[in-house]
């Protein structure tokens, strides 16, 4: 159902999701400064919404989602966050950076593409060694940010000891 809506629809979505949960509620203002866009954008947003069948909107009132819109709203959030989780835990990114990308990105992922970024990320979120980062991601950002091989390639003649 996510790719019947619209990017923007999802956003909405997912705004109403993100705030309802933190806040309690959602109300057009709230959604609005969430999403840095003007009162009359929310209104005609929940509009379509509404006809959607995925939010319940009573005038001047709560936003509420439905529970297909609920159900909806936490797909996208997951792959938000899976996304913002790669970009910023694995890759490095700068926080805001991958927040926008994440943003970006969650539109247009395949399905086959998002699972498995998931399974990466909870792969490397498995290792015994949580509290620090596993030897070979520690390489692999050390190269993305000066392009210095890992040690073990660096001199061929000692093997490879980053396993």
């Known amino acids: ?73 936490k797909e996208i959030h997951r792959r938000h966050q899976v996304l913002y989780r790669f970009l910023h835990d694995i890759l490095g990114v700068k926080a805001e950076v991958a927040e926008a990308d994440a943003c970006r990105i969650e539109h247009h992922i395949s399905p086959q593409t998002l699972e498995l970024l998931v399974k990466f990320v909870d792969f490397t979120e498995s290792f015994p060694e949580r509290d620090k980062t596993p030897k070979w991601l520690d390489y692999f950002q050390r190269f993305a940010a000066t392009g210095e091989a890992p040690p073990c390639l660096q001199d061929s003649s000692r093997g490879c000891g980053c396993k």
């Open 1 to 73: 159902m996510a790719s019947n809506l619209s990017h923007s629809a999802q956003d909405y979505l997912e705004a109403i999701f993100l705030l309802a949960d933190r806040e309690g509620l959602a109300r057009v203002k709230e959604v609005a400064e969430h999403l840095d866009v003007k009162k009359p954008s929310v209104v005609s947003a929940i509009k379509v919404l509404m006809r959607k069948g995925l939010v319940v909107h009573q005038h001047y009132g709560c936003l509420e989602l439905t529970s297909e819109g609920e159900e909806l709203a």
